[in-house]
């Protein structure tokens, strides 16, 4: 059976055997120079680096350092290499690059950035610039050291548009919801716009990798009721669930609920949204109230959930989700 990991990966390697043929990495010489691929690379580093070891290029490159080793000295063969003693520890050799190497690289460098541009201006504009998204977003994840780290922001120009796509997208994908869902959160986000007051309403944009994941919005429930705010809105992307992004938007909202003076804090979702329905229970609010209707094209149960401000300690999240 041909399982969604078997497609993950046949698709990581029908990127790799398309982008080293159309770049020309599979030749024997990099750009018409006199050096192989890997030979190009350590020659980079040494270039680039202030005095490295063997070891330390072995490292960044992921070498094995027999290999290195025997590349280092065909560049001191060629005369391209110099070496010198570390006075901090007697058994490192510290590598540079000799005239003649510098101008081996700075030729290797200047062929391939023209190689390089030649390939990017052959490229109409919208697949250049979907190119180089895309490899800046390949660059954050491949050459990270640790996992992505989620973070909140403020609300940007685009957001609402972007916040209202998104819901609607991924609602129609997992729950079958009709247009008439992308109406109502279109209405809600131009409602927020328009009457927006700080001293009243947030909104939180959760990014991970530079990339939106997630958002909130805490708004006034009604002029009558001043004292209760309203937790709207809250989604978290498909690929990023799990990290704590949910948690880390319905906190904020709580916080800043309480931070603006309200003592009551009420949402309303549907009964077909688990995750959500766990996420509010472990922050503590409680079902009020549940009343079935047909919205969006489905039959859905919708929740009314509400959470008491005035208690200090409701809004630590506990260790597991209570019972409804």
Same mark, same amino acid.
């Given at each position: 059976?041909?399982?969604?990991?078997?497609?993950?990966?046949?698709?990581?390697?029908?990127?790799?055997?398309?982008?080293?043929?159309?770049?020309?990495? !599979?030749?024997?010489?990099?750009?018409?120079?006199?050096?192989?691929?890997?030979?190009?690379?350590?020659?980079?580093?040494?270039?680039?680096?202030?005095?490295?070891?063997?070891?330390?290029?072995?490292?960044?490159?992921?070498?094995?350092?027999?290999?290195?080793?025997?590349?280092?000295? #065909?560049?001191?063969?060629?005369?391209?290499?110099?070496?010198?003693?570390?006075?901090? =520890? /007697?058994? =490192? &050799?510290?590598?540079?690059?000799?005239?003649?190497?510098?101008?081996?690289?700075?030729?290797?460098?200047?062929?391939?950035?023209?190689? %390089?541009?030649?390939?990017?201006?052959?490229?109409?504009?919208?697949?250049?610039?979907?190119?180089?998204?895309?490899?800046?977003?390949?660059?954050?994840?491949?050459?990270?050291?640790?996992?992505?780290?989620?973070?909140?922001?403020?609300?940007?120009?685009?957001? !609402?548009?972007?916040?209202?796509?998104?819901?609607?997208?991924? $609602?129609?994908?997992? $729950?079958?919801?009709?247009?008439?869902?992308?109406?109502?959160?279109?209405?809600?986000?131009?409602?927020?716009?328009?009457?927006?007051?700080?001293?009243?309403?947030?909104?939180?944009?959760?990014?991970?990798?530079?990339?939106?994941?997630?958002?909130?919005?805490?708004? /006034?429930?009604?002029?009558? =009721?001043?004292?209760?705010?309203?937790?709207? !809105?809250?989604?978290?992307?498909?690929?990023?669930?799990?990290?704590?992004?949910?948690?880390?938007? %319905?906190?904020?909202?709580?916080?800043?609920?309480?931070?603006?003076?309200?003592?009551?804090?009420?949402?309303?979702?549907?009964?077909?949204?688990?995750?959500?329905?766990?996420?509010?229970?472990?922050?503590?609010?409680?079902?009020?109230?549940?009343?079935? =209707?047909?919205?969006?094209? &489905?039959?859905?149960?919708?929740?009314?959930?509400?959470?008491?401000?005035?208690?200090?300690?409701? %809004?630590?999240? #506990?260790?597991?989700?209570?019972?409804?």
């Amino acid at each position: 059976m041909y399982t969604q990991h078997d497609r993950e990966v046949t698709t990581l390697r029908t990127f790799n055997r398309v982008y080293t043929s159309r770049l020309g990495l !599979l030749d024997t010489h990099l750009d018409g120079s006199p050096f192989t691929l890997s030979e190009a690379r350590i020659l980079y580093e040494i270039a680039n680096r202030t005095d490295p070891t063997g070891a330390e290029i072995a490292r960044a490159l992921h070498l094995d350092r027999a290999q290195i080793s025997r590349t280092l000295k #065909r560049f001191s063969d060629r005369g391209l290499v110099e070496t010198r003693d570390d006075p901090s =520890h /007697g058994r =490192h &050799q510290l590598l540079s690059l000799t005239a003649t190497g510098r101008a081996a690289f700075e030729a290797l460098d200047k062929s391939t950035r023209v190689a %390089v541009g030649e390939f990017l201006e052959g490229l109409p504009n919208p697949r250049r610039q979907y190119l180089l998204s895309a490899a800046e977003m390949i660059i954050r994840i491949v050459g990270a050291d640790t996992p992505p780290q989620p973070t909140l922001r403020g609300l940007k120009p685009g957001d !609402l548009g972007l916040v209202t796509a998104r819901q609607a997208i991924l $609602y129609c994908e997992e $729950y079958g919801w009709n247009a008439d869902y992308e109406a109502l959160v279109a209405r809600i986000l131009a409602d927020f716009r328009q009457s927006f007051d700080p001293s009243r309403d947030a909104a939180w944009i959760a990014e991970m990798d530079g990339e939106m994941v997630g958002s909130i919005f805490l708004v /006034g429930a009604r002029e009558d =009721h001043p004292e209760v705010g309203k937790l709207r !809105l809250l989604y978290v992307e498909p690929d990023a669930r799990g990290a704590g992004i949910g948690k880390m938007l %319905v906190d904020a909202c709580i916080s800043s609920a309480r931070a603006l003076g309200y003592k009551r804090l009420d949402l309303w979702t549907n009964s077909v949204l688990i995750a959500a329905r766990s996420i509010y229970e472990r922050a503590g609010f409680s079902l009020v109230n549940e009343e079935p =209707h047909h919205s969006f094209g &489905q039959e859905l149960l919708g929740q009314t959930w509400s959470l008491d401000l005035s208690c200090q300690t409701n %809004v630590r999240f #506990r260790d597991q989700p209570t019972k409804s």
